[in-house]
Structure formats: structure tokens, C-alpha cells
């Protein structure tokens, strides 16, 4: 395996983008279309993964533009090719495989010329307008950039913030990871001008400062979310593949898990701890990033695993009775034991399924358990 595609495979398989990503899609006749590609949404990155070593001249000039044609020219061409074909087309292939992966009616593209083997020894030039946006980035910037911006949307969001306001700017500085900085700085925001100087090595005093140290501490607890999403992945879906409706469920779930940013993640963990280390046995939380999404914590202890699992999928069911009946509902149950803890994930979409009958036994559930009466005594009153 060459080190381009080892970057592909961990890309896609050590990472946040490992729900969203695939490895070697190919086109007409096999061909490659790039190296990995990652669908979100309707949000789709093109990433093309060229891995170039120079044996240097000594002519810096003659170095960098032999390096520059073939690590940069080689994946413009790929990366402009692929979208052509994607855009054409509602599904492709992997390499090696029959199965289809479908593509988004609604397709908005974002392109990555990742550039690995020049190890700081020529700098990233601004990214190519050219037949679209294309973000020129090396294996330093991209490291951090995937590691200041560690969740789907968060990635998605910066690359959505450069195509709309530096389509037609022109910016001086030390490359991509200052040009991050300065996102990070301006609260997640490009302003709308036609230059930005910045001096170099912003990224470098960023991430020394007193100011970023704290969000970097406050964002720790966060990262439970992350542990949940992987545990599932890792030894479910890794292993079990999608084969019943269980499963593809908790897929779902763990996909819409993932989209939520590392913002939403704070507090989303902060409502799960209440009820983890109180005596809130059940908490129902609305969704920050999507309106449609109804969270369920519980904790507490259970007879037993079934016991567990009846007393989430009720609680799923009340909260969507209550708040939304065409609602998805995530319910995650967590048990805290003395040598480990366990937890579960509930996954229901009520939507176009809602009856009398699960309004009766949403009532029912109510009165004789009295699973979240205070709400339902509320909205009532």
C-alpha cells in the first residue's frame, strides 16, 4: 500500500469522516475517480491524494515548480474530472465492487488537492479558482484542520466559508493552517472583503494562547459523543455489517449523531451527564442542529438489559407523543455499573407512522409509569 493510499484508508476508516467516506470510487470503464470520496447531505468532497517526493536540485525555483506540476496539476485535472462525471450521474461505484452508492438529487461540491511528501519544504500556494474552488492543502495543514475542526459539519462548514467568501480573495500569510486561525479567531467566519493579510505564524500563537488552551479544555467532555458514535461503529457495524433492521437503526442514529457540531456536542453531553450523575432518571432534549431530531437520555439502574431497552423505547415513544409525532427520536440509555459502564442507543422515525394506537399506549405509558407526566401535565395545563 503507497502512502497516498494509506492516508485514504485512514481517512475513511480513523476518523470522523469514517460514517460519510469512501475509498477508491471509480467511474466509466474503473476508472479512479479521486481517492476518497465523502458524501454528507447534499454536501460531497472530492478528495485527491497525490504523494510526490523530489529528489532536490538545489534550485529552489526549479524544485518547487516540479513539485508544484506534479503533486497540484495531476489532482486539479482528477478532482475537476470527477465532479464533471458526478454531476452526470445519481450513483457510482467502488473499486472492486458492484454495489451502487447513491448520490444526492441536490449535490454541492467542495474539492481537495491533498498534497503529502513536500514536509514543509515548499509552501501551499492559494487555493485554485480555476473550474471551481479547489482547496490546495498539504498533510501539516490538513492535520490541522481536521483536528481544530473534528466533526463532519464542522469540516464541511469551514470548506462551505471559503468557497462563498474567498472565491474572488486573494490572502498573504503562512498557508492554509493561518488561513484556519483566522477562521477560528473570527468566530467560524470569513469577512467579506477582496484581500486578507495576516501575519505569519498566527496558527502557531493561536494555539499556545490562554484563550484557546480553555476551549480546549472546555471541549473535553465533548468528546463522549465521539466515544458513544465510535464504540458503535467500531463493534457493530465493523463487524456485523447492516444486515437487519437493528443495525441499519443504529446506523442512522450514529450518523445523525455525527453531524452535530463539536459545539452542540458540549452541550448535548452536558444534558446526558445530569441525568448520568443525578437523580434524573430521564431527560428529553431537542436537537440544536436539526429541528426534526428529538434526543432521549436515561440512566439510572435496570433489572436487566431488557428492561432497559423497554423502558427507552417507551420513553422515545412519549417524548415524540409529546413534542413531535413525525419526529426522529435517539434514545440513549446509560447504566452506570462498578466495573463498566453500559449503554444503549434507541432509534425510532415516527414519521408517516403515527396511529391512535400509539397514542394510546403513549397515554397509557403515561398514567400507569409516569414517564415524563411533568412535561405532559405541563402542556396540558
Known amino acids: 500500500m503507497t502512502k497516498s493510499e494509506e492516508w485514504a484508508y485512514s481517512l475513511c476508516r480513523k476518523s470522523f469522516f469514517s460514517l460519510f467516506s469512501f475509498v477508491n470510487p471509480v467511474g466509466?470503464?474503473?476508472?479512479?475517480?479521486?481517492?476518497?470520496?465523502?458524501?454528507?447531505?447534499n454536501d460531497i468532497v472530492l478528495i485527491s491524494v497525490k504523494e510526490i517526493n523530489i529528489n532536490l536540485t538545489g534550485n529552489y525555483e526549479v524544485d518547487y515548480n516540479r513539485w508544484n506540476n506534479r503533486a497540484i496539476e495531476d489532482s486539479l485535472k482528477q478532482l475537476n474530472g470527477a465532479e464533471r462525471f458526478l454531476k452526470r450521474v445519481s450513483s457510482f461505484r467502488l473499486k472492486d465492487t458492484?454495489?451502487?452508492?447513491?448520490?444526492?438529487?441536490?449535490?454541492?461540491?467542495?474539492k481537495i488537492a491533498?498534497?503529502?511528501?513536500?514536509?514543509?519544504?515548499?509552501?501551499?500556494?492559494?487555493?485554485?479558482?480555476?473550474n471551481g474552488y479547489?482547496?490546495?492543502?498539504d498533510e501539516i495543514s490538513f492535520h490541522s484542520i481536521i483536528s481544530e475542526l473534528d466533526t463532519i459539519t464542522d469540516f464541511i462548514l469551514y470548506l462551505r466559508e471559503k468557497q462563498a467568501k474567498l472565491l474572488n480573495v486573494?490572502?498573504?500569510g503562512n498557508g492554509e493552517e493561518d488561513l484556519l486561525a483566522f477562521y477560528l479567531r473570527n468566530e467560524l467566519n470569513f469577512p467579506d472583503k477582496s484581500f486578507l493579510y495576516f501575519d505569519k505564524g498566527i496558527y502557531e500563537s493561536l494555539i499556545v494562547s490562554a484563550d484557546y488552551q480553555q476551549e480546549k479544555k472546555n471541549r473535553e467532555e465533548s468528546y463522549k459523543w465521539d466515544f458513544i458514535i465510535n464504540h458503535f461503529t467500531q463493534n457493530y457495524f465493523d463487524k456485523n455489517g447492516y444486515n437487519s433492521i437493528t443495525l441499519n437503526n443504529m446506523r442512522r442514529a450514529c450518523e445523525i449523531m455525527?453531524?452535530?457540531?463539536?459545539?452542540?456536542?458540549?452541550?448535548l453531553i452536558d444534558n446526558l451527564n445530569i441525568v448520568i450523575n443525578s437523580n434524573v432518571r430521564a431527560r428529553i432534549y431537542f436537537s440544536p442542529t436539526f429541528n426534526h431530531i428529538i434526543y432521549v437520555f436515561v440512566s439510572g439502574k435496570f433489572e436487566n438489559e431488557k428492561q432497559r431497552l423497554k423502558e427507552t423505547e417507551l420513553r422515545s415513544l412519549v417524548a415524540a407523543f409529546l413534542f413531535n409525532k413525525?419526529?426522529?427520536?435517539?434514545?440513549?440509555?446509560?447504566?452506570?455499573?462498578?466495573?463498566f459502564d453500559v449503554y444503549d442507543i434507541v432509534y425510532h422515525n415516527y414519521k408517516d407512522l403515527w396511529s391512535n394506537n400509539l397514542d394510546k399506549l403513549a397515554l397509557s405509558t403515561i398514567n400507569e409509569l409516569g414517564y415524563f407526566?411533568?412535561?405532559y401535565d405541563q402542556l396540558n395545563k
Open 28 to 41: 466509466k470503464k474503473d476508472k479512479e475517480l479521486c481517492d476518497v470520496i465523502v458524501i454528507c447531505g
Open 373 to 375: 407526566k411533568n412535561h
Open 326 to 339: 413525525s419526529a426522529i427520536v435517539i434514545a440513549i440509555a446509560w447504566e452506570v455499573n462498578p466495573n
Open 114 to 130: 491533498l498534497a503529502i511528501g513536500a514536509k514543509g519544504k515548499f509552501p501551499i500556494s492559494e487555493s485554485i479558482r480555476n
Open 98 to 110: 458492484k454495489e451502487e452508492i447513491e448520490l444526492p438529487d441536490e449535490k454541492n461540491f467542495y
Open 170 to 172: 486573494h490572502f498573504t
Open 134 to 137: 479547489v482547496n490546495i492543502m
Open 258 to 267: 455525527a453531524k452535530e457540531t463539536r459545539f452542540e456536542r458540549i452541550k
